[in-house]
Nanobody, 123 residues
Framework: QVRLVESGGGLVQAGGSLRLSCAAS????????IGWFRQAPGKEREFVAL????????AYADSVKGRFTISRDNARNTVYLEMNSLKSEDTAVYYC????????????????WGQGTQVTVSS
């Protein structure tokens, strides 16, 4: 059974940094692309970043490009999202998801999801 568990969220001041982790189990980790998505109150879930199964390809939403970095450690079955220069508009629940579609930014292409971790950026 595929299981994804996010951690690392919290409260941070604008301009600060956080690192989110997504620990995966129950499948062959490097067979799946991992995506990070976020959902702010009253808004739809949106794509943030993704990394391919072997880590060789990444993609970012324009809103986080240059500030966020996604990486994966296949030995630890974990994907990381390093978030720097955080802004109040980054406040949201962040979810990691696993799927087989290569480089997809669509949440419907990710059948497996974690429970989410709250990130709150105070201005």
């Amino acid at each position: 059974q595929v299981r994804l568990v996010e951690s690392g969220g919290g409260l941070v001041q604008a301009g600060g940094s956080l690192r989110l982790s997504c620990a995966a189990s129950g499948y062959t980790f490097n067979d799946y692309t991992i995506g990070w998505f976020r959902q702010a109150p009253g808004k739809e879930r949106e794509f943030v970043a993704l990394i391919s199964g072997n880590g060789g390809s990444t993609a970012y939403a324009d809103s986080v490009k240059g500030r966020f970095t996604i990486s994966r450690d296949n030995a630890r079955n974990t994907v990381y999202l390093e978030m720097n220069s955080l802004k109040s508009e980054d406040t949201a629940v962040y979810y990691c998801a696993a799927g087989r579609m290569y480089r997809s930014r669509w949440s419907d292409d990710y059948p497996y999801w974690g429970q989410g971790t709250q990130v709150t950026v105070s201005s």
